[in-house]
C-alpha cells in the first residue's frame, strides 16, 4: 500500500500544533506569562505614582517603539551586532573545543596548558580593548575578538568539565571489550561530554552579547550597543530602553537556537 504524500507532508504540521497546544495548557508557560504582566503593571503604577521620574512607563515605551524601529539604522544595528557576536562565537566554540578535548584526554598537555589559561581567565574581556585597539587593524576586528575572550573561556571549562565527569567504568568497561581509541572517542567521550559542552556554549552566548554591547558602546560606530549610546546622548529615554529591549530579545533568541540545537544532538536526554 502506497502512503498519501500529502498526509505526509501534513504530520510535521500537526507536530508544531500539539506542541504549541500543549505549550498554551502548560501551567509553567502561563506562570511566566503572569510574572512579566506583574513586572509591567508594577512598573507602570510606579511611573503613574511619580516614583520612577526619569524612566518612561511601559506605555510609552511601545507608544515611541514604532518611532526607534522607523530609523534607519535600526534593522543594521541588529545586522552589524549578530554578525559579531556570531563569529566572535563560532571561533571562540571551535577553538576552545579543539584545545579543551586534548587537554581533557591528556594529564600532561592540561597541568602545562591549563595554568596559562588560568591566569588569563579572570581578566575580564573589557581590560583588553586598549591593547585590543593598539593589536588589530580595524575596530570591526577588535569588537570579534572581545567577543571572542567573553566566550572561550566559560566553553572551555566546560568542555573540560564534561570530560572529567565522565564515569571512568565506562571507560573501563569499553577497553576491557576491546574498543578502539576512536570508538573510545565517538561511543564515550563525546556523548559523555556533550551535555557540559551546551552548558558552556549556553552561557557563552550571552556572555558574547554582553561584551559586545560594551565594546560597541567603547569603541563602534554601529551595532546596538553604539545605537542605545546613541539614544543616551540624544537624551531618548524610550530610545534607550528600546535598545535594552532589543539587546535583551537578541539574548534570549541566541540561547533558545544553541538549546535547540542541543536537543537535536543529544535526543537520548529528556526535556
Known sequence: MIANPIEKSAVPSFSWRNKLARRLRSIDFWQGVLGIATFLLVWQVA????LLHVVPGPLEVVRGTPDVMRQSDYLLSWTNSSKRVFFGFVIAAVLAITIGVPMGM???FK?????VFE?????PPL?????SILFWPSSEMTMVYLTFLGAFFPILINVLAGIDNIDIRYIQAALSLGASKRSLFWKILVPGALPSLFTGLTIAVAITWEVVIAAEMASGDNGLGYLTWNAYMSHSMVGILVGM???????IVSSLMVSWFGRRVMPWLKK
Open 47 to 50: 511611573r503613574s505614582i511619580g
Open 106 to 108: 591528556s594529564r600532561k
Open 111 to 115: 597541568d602545562m596548558v591549563f595554568p
Open 119 to 123: 591566569v588569563i581567565r579572570p581578566i
Open 127 to 131: 581590560a583588553w580593548l586598549p591593547i
Open 245 to 251: 529591549l532589543s539587546i535583551g530579545i537578541a539574548g
